[in-house]
């Protein structure tokens, strides 16, 4: 079982190591910067990240994010005779986005079928804040930035939730079947899952970079790996070029990356701000976020009565002080049932209880316990009147 900071390590190590820091890897960085500090995806500004690293660096970023950074450019040049260009000038409203991925396909005569989202977009699936239900939605979000062709995201779609059930520990099989359940796919992108693990070959007749021939390469590849030193071993530069992220990443979701096998690296200054990044986004998988992670969710679902009928005793506690027993029942509630509705209702039995304890008549004791808890809800409040 590969634990979560190792997949995490893993699939950014992996990524750059098989690759050879491809361009695709600054890419990573960006995205990845953006996650980090916004802590949700934000298309506009992770595009704009993409264009100013294309602006000041220079990276071979692929044709179409080329052509989008082109089409672009007259909006920033015109925006640059008033100010310094920066990444802020980079910053476009979606409509505009969208507006220039169509254009970009146009111009490509619609083949923005590529597998450059597949490539870049993994630390998606590293995100704690995303939901598993809307990580592939998500992907094909953050593929549509530049490639306007649905095949491109829905392949970044079926990498990233590969990664997301690897790292929570589902085998491989388990992760790459799951992944395809995903709904209304493209005929191409669902007949990879029927024919990777058959030994096929892709079909020579398509672009090598069509993302549904590089899914389906990655995936053989991986599938047909005993442990990862003989996949590594094995790696063909030359015939698997355009999977090398792919599979890098794959690699490191599902085996992890030991530090054997890359120590001769670790003075790299590109391999520490890489696995500066992905310490911080396995940080995020503590169990103190999964608890506020499974909060977030129940919080509108969980206002039952149980908390109410079990926490009774604590009202009997006479090392309790009455001014701290509402606290402290409300925190007992929350271990199981994270809506105010529950707590004040539990607050409110144990704080009857603790005043019919101490010899205060029936209506006494409701007005108190209503008066003393704090925000009370309207639901709540009615129950007194």
Same mark, same amino acid.
């Given at each position: 079982?590969?634990?979560?900071?190792?997949?995490?390590? +893993?699939?950014?190590?992996?990524?750059?190591?098989? #690759?050879?820091?491809?361009?695709?890897?600054?890419?990573?960085?960006?995205?990845?910067?953006?996650?980090?500090?916004?802590?949700?995806?934000? =298309?506009?500004?992770?595009?704009?990240?993409?264009?100013?690293?294309?602006?000041?660096?220079?990276?071979?970023?692929?044709?179409?994010?080329?052509?989008?950074?082109?089409?672009?450019?007259?909006?920033? &040049?015109?925006?640059?005779?008033?100010?310094?260009?920066?990444? &802020?000038?980079?910053?476009?409203? &979606?409509?505009?986005?969208?507006?220039?991925?169509?254009?970009?396909?146009?111009?490509?005569?619609?083949?923005?079928? +590529?597998?450059?989202?597949? #490539?870049?977009? !993994?630390?998606?699936?590293?995100?704690?804040?995303?939901?598993?239900?809307?990580?592939?939605?998500?992907?094909?979000?953050?593929? *549509?930035?530049?490639?306007?062709?649905?095949?491109?995201?829905?392949?970044?779609?079926?990498?990233?939730?590969?990664?997301?059930?690897? $790292?929570?520990?589902?085998?491989?099989?388990?992760?790459?079947?799951?992944?395809?359940?995903?709904?209304?796919?493209?005929?191409?992108?669902?007949?990879?899952?029927?024919?990777?693990?058959?030994?096929?070959? #892709?079909?020579?007749?398509?672009?090598?970079?069509?993302?549904?021939?590089?899914?389906?390469?990655?995936?053989?590849?991986?599938?047909? #790996?005993?442990?990862?030193?003989?996949?590594?071993? @094995? $790696?063909?530069?030359?015939?698997?070029?355009?999977?090398?992220?792919?599979?890098?990443?794959? $690699?490191?979701?599902?085996?992890?990356?030991?530090?054997?096998?890359?120590?001769?690296? $670790?003075?790299?200054?590109?391999?520490?701000?890489?696995?500066?990044?992905?310490?911080?986004?396995?940080?995020?998988?503590?169990?103190?976020?999964?608890?506020?992670?499974?909060?977030?969710?129940?919080?509108?679902?969980?206002?039952?009565?149980?908390?109410?009928?079990?926490?009774?005793?604590?009202?009997?506690?006479?090392?309790?002080?009455?001014?701290?027993?509402?606290?402290?029942?409300?925190?007992?509630?929350?271990?199981?049932? !994270?809506?105010?509705?529950?707590?004040?209702?539990?607050?409110?039995? @144990?704080?009857?209880?603790?005043?019919?304890?101490?010899?205060?008549?029936? =209506?006494?004791?409701?007005? @108190?316990? !209503?008066? *003393?808890?704090?925000?009370?809800?309207?639901?709540?409040?009615?129950?007194? *009147?």
């Amino acid at each position: 079982m590969t634990s979560i900071h190792a997949c995490c390590d +893993g699939m950014f190590i992996g990524h750059a190591l098989v #690759s050879n820091f491809d361009d695709s890897s600054h890419m990573t960085l960006q995205l990845s910067e953006s996650l980090l500090e916004l802590k949700r995806f934000d =298309g506009p500004n992770v595009l704009s990240r993409y264009l100013y690293l294309y602006h000041t660096q220079k990276y071979d970023l692929g044709e179409t994010t080329k052509i989008v950074y082109e089409s672009l450019q007259n909006r920033v &040049q015109n925006e640059s005779q008033r100010s310094p260009v920066s990444c &802020q000038s980079f910053l476009f409203d &979606q409509s505009i986005i969208d507006e220039t991925a169509k254009l970009t396909d146009s111009i490509l005569g619609n083949k923005t079928a +590529g597998c450059g989202p597949a #490539s870049r977009s !993994f630390p998606l699936a590293l995100c704690h804040w995303i939901d598993d239900d809307d990580l592939f939605d998500i992907s094909k979000k953050e593929a *549509t930035l530049t490639h306007h062709n649905r095949l491109a995201g829905e392949v970044a779609g079926i990498v990233n939730l590969i990664c997301r059930s690897l $790292l929570r520990n589902k085998t491989w099989q388990e992760a790459v079947q799951s992944a395809f359940l995903a709904p209304s796919l493209h005929d191409d992108v669902s007949a990879v899952c029927l024919r990777y693990g058959r030994s096929m070959s #892709s079909n020579v007749n398509v672009h090598p970079a069509y993302a549904p021939r590089v899914l389906l390469e990655a995936l053989q590849y991986v599938a047909n #790996s005993h442990n990862l030193t003989e996949a590594l071993q @094995n $790696l063909n530069v030359k015939k698997n070029f355009y999977a090398l992220p792919i599979i890098g990443v794959l $690699l490191g979701a599902r085996w992890g990356i030991p530090l054997e096998i890359f120590e001769d690296k $670790l003075d790299d200054p590109r391999l520490k701000t890489i696995r500066d990044i992905a310490n911080k986004f396995s940080r995020e998988w503590s169990p103190e976020n999964e608890i506020r992670s499974a909060h977030d969710k129940l919080k509108g679902f969980s206002g039952g009565c149980a908390p109410a009928q079990r926490s009774f005793p604590l009202g009997c506690c006479s090392w309790i002080n009455e001014n701290d027993l509402y606290q402290i029942v409300c925190n007992e509630a929350n271990l199981t049932h !994270f809506c105010p509705t529950a707590e004040q209702a539990s607050g409110v039995v @144990n704080l009857i209880c603790r005043r019919l304890i101490k010899d205060d008549s029936w =209506g006494a004791a409701v007005n @108190n316990a !209503f008066s *003393t808890v704090p925000n009370l809800l309207v639901e709540i409040r009615e129950i007194q *009147t």
